[in-house]
């Protein structure tokens, strides 16, 4: 059997800065979901280690306070806002919406 017939992703091929992970070609955002979340790999934060969501890969909203809203791939709510910490959400302030 042979390999696959992709050619390998390297380094050098890749224009920087890239986020992590990248969200594969494929995946299109649901039209319920807010052009703000981000694709993102969740950690093994406690919260999401009890959601069972730890090492999913889910769209995720910042919102005020430094929260966050994980949205499913049917672009669905999952459960309450968490940190934005406890999301894998380390960004500059200008990623955060305005608090009033």
């Known amino acids: 059997m042979t390999g696959s017939s992709k050619p390998a992703a390297t380094l050098a ?7 992590f992970p990248p ?3 494929h995946v ?5 979901i807010p052009a703000s979340a981000l694709r993102v790999e969740l950690p ?6 009890h959601m069972r969501v ?12 430094d929260m966050a809203q994980l949205w499913t791939d049917e672009g669905t709510h999952f459960s309450f806002p968490i940190t934005a910490g406890e999301a894998g ?4 302030s200008s990623w955060w919406p305005d608090e009033n």
């Open 23 to 25: 969200a594969p070609a």
């Open 28 to 32: 299109v955002r649901p039209d319920a």
């Open 44 to 49: 093994a934060s406690e919260v999401c280690m």
């Open 13 to 19: 091929g890749m224009s920087a800065p890239t986020a």
């Open 54 to 65: 730890a090492g999913s890969v889910m769209w995720v909203e910042p919102l005020e306070h």
């Open 89 to 92: 959400l380390h960004l500059p």
